[in-house]
């Protein structure tokens, strides 16, 4: 297939219009027409109904291998064109809010840095298709585990760090004083869901076995002062890595003994590092193993 017209093909039914499909590829609606008319004849297939424009059944299963294939494109010719050109004065890095831990935060250069906060799930892409040199990935993992990253080009992933993690309570709630918790203590709490700012409950869900965790309030921002300050009012239970828990006003920060989870980080990057990007990786491997 051209790829030239399998992205029409994918505006077209993200927009469902060929007038502003064209208008965003800087096409006349005549091109777009003949692009998908010719993707249509290639693959012998009906992709769109007109009235309205949507994907056939056809056109939708397409979308499901339009979105890989044409991410592994970009990351290719990023790829190349980074190992072609001069090396940037500059640097982009791809974080999530809880990757950025002290020890990390202690080894990014003192100028000429970029952190763009994005999705967990978004910034191995992102690292792929050159919109960021490097990213940090965060979750929770068993000790030494690595984490589950969505594959979308041949990437480099590095562990930097690990710490324990943390249940952060309202300074009134029963168990505050405990010195540790199991998530089974937890089978009746109810739980901050907070992707973008906190860690995400997944690795809970699939820990807690059949009870999983029930979530009390979706926080959909990435600010993790309101995460925790949800947590102290009593909005829901959260678990953050144990440097994101000290002084938190009105929390109480308990270690979550089991089951054995970690707060883990780790870098992505794509081909050969130089220039500022190697050597804010040299530093944070190097950081770890110490």
């Known amino acids: 297939m051209d790829p030239h017209l399998l992205r029409t093909y994918v505006t077209v039914a993200r927009l469902a219009s060929f007038s502003e499909a064209a208008r965003e590829l800087g096409y006349t609606q005549s091109a777009v027409s003949q692009h998908i008319a010719a993707l249509e004849q290639d693959l012998g297939a009906a992709l769109l109904t007109r009235r309205p424009v ?3 059944a056809a056109g939708e299963r397409l979308l499901e291998h339009a979105g890989p294939l044409l991410l592994r494109l970009d990351a290719a010719r990023a790829d190349v064109v980074r190992m072609a050109s001069a090396p940037e004065h500059g640097l982009t890095l791809a974080v999530t809010p809880t990757a950025l831990g002290p020890r990390t935060v202690a080894a990014l250069p003192a100028a000429g840095v970029t952190l763009r906060a994005l999705a967990r799930a978004d910034i191995p892409a992102a690292v792929a298709t050159g919109a960021a040199d490097l ?7 068993a000790p030494s585990d690595p984490l589950r990253l969505p594959d979308v080009a041949p990437l480099t992933t590095c562990g930097i760090a690990e710490e324990p993690v943390c249940v952060l309570l309202p300074a009134a709630h029963p168990l505050a004083r405990r010195p540790g918790l199991r998530l089974a ?3 009746d709490a109810r739980w901050l869901d907070a992707p973008g700012a906190g860690l995400p409950l997944d690795r809970l869900h699939t820990a807690g076995g059949a009870g999983g965790v029930r979530t009390a309030l979706r926080y959909e921002g990435t600010d993790l002062r309101t995460l925790t300050t949800l947590a102290a009012a009593g909005h829901g239970l959260t678990v953050l890595p144990r440097s994101f828990t000290a002084d938190v006003p009105g929390a109480v920060a308990v270690p979550l003994v089991a089951p054995r989870l970690v707060h883990r980080t780790e870098l ?8 500022p990007a190697a050597a804010l990786a040299r530093e944070l491997t190097e950081r770890h193993g110490e």
Do not use: N, Y
């Open 54 to 56: 949507g994907p056939t």
């Open 135 to 141: 990213g940090l990935v965060d979750g929770l993992a």
């Open 185 to 187: 203590d937890l089978v």
């Open 268 to 275: 992505i990057h794509g081909g050969a590092l130089r220039g």
